[in-house]
């Protein structure tokens, strides 16, 4: 099945700064890349995704590029802010082992936090 | 306009009792899918169903049973919980998991702890 690897795992940076999270995948298939933001204590929301046929894709703040043929894509958050303090998730589709469909295959997560 | 909606949203069970996870989407979705989230582990699939009347195994099945009631409900049911069963249960939706281009919408979760 697949396999999504997330770097890093934790991320401190200070307001304003940048941050960049990094996600590699295995099944050369994929062709979808959401990313999720859970703040603590609350539900994954999806914050921005990437279909595989765009290099990149920005909302404000939020870019995500892709690399098909590296199977990386990557989250980058510019002039952070204290509330952009939260776990984020990359996630890649695969095909499901029961071929019923494609299933979303998560990242561990990375905590980011935004010191003032 | 709720989205997925899941109860209880805290539970506190002893090992070898039952329960079932209720969840609802009211967003006319055809697929749902159950995970578990527990530290560092990040969403780990436990079932998934990808329209009314399927079901299907994902990652981690083992302990856990899932009824897709009607396009609406999807429930997920511990019939003796043990302590590795201490995590929290989130529910999801997509509107149709035959696309690969599908985002999943999640409930609140329900933070589940077994002593």
């Known amino acids: 099945g697949e396999n999504v690897e997330q770097h890093p795992s934790t991320l401190s940076v200070q307001e304003g700064d940048s941050a960049v999270i990094k996600c590699t995948y295995s099944?050369?298939?994929?062709?979808?890349f959401p990313w999720y933001k859970q703040e603590l204590g609350k539900r994954p929301q999806l914050i921005i995704d990437i279909r595989s046929n765009v290099g990149e894709k920005k909302d404000q703040r939020i870019a995500v590029t892709l690399n098909k043929t590296a199977k990386h894509f990557s989250l980058h958050i510019t002039e952070t802010q204290p509330e952009d303090s939260a776990v984020y998730f990359c996630a890649a589709t695969s095909r499901s082992d029961s071929n019923s469909g494609y299933a979303l295959n998560f990242g561990k997560g990375t905590s980011l936090l935004v010191t003032p | 306009n709720a989205g997925v909606t899941q109860t209880p949203k805290f539970q506190v069970l002893k090992t070898g009792q039952s329960m079932t996870l209720q969840c609802a989407q009211d967003?006319?979705?055809?697929?749902m899918y159950w995970y578990r989230q527990d530290p560092g582990m990040g969403l780990r699939l436990i079932y998934y169903s990808a329209s009314e009347g399927t079901t299907d195994k994902g990652e981690v099945p083992n302990g856990y049973n899932v009824s897709r009631l009607n396009k609406r409900e999807f429930s997920l049911r511990l019939e003796s919980a043990a302590p590795s069963q201490t995590s929290v249960y989130f529910c999801a939706s997509s509107e149709n998991m035959d696309r690969s281009n599908q985002p999943q919408h999640f409930g609140d979760g329900t933070r589940l702890s077994i002593l």
């Open positions: 099944d050369s298939a994929s062709n979808y």
């Open positions: 967003m006319n979705h055809n697929s």
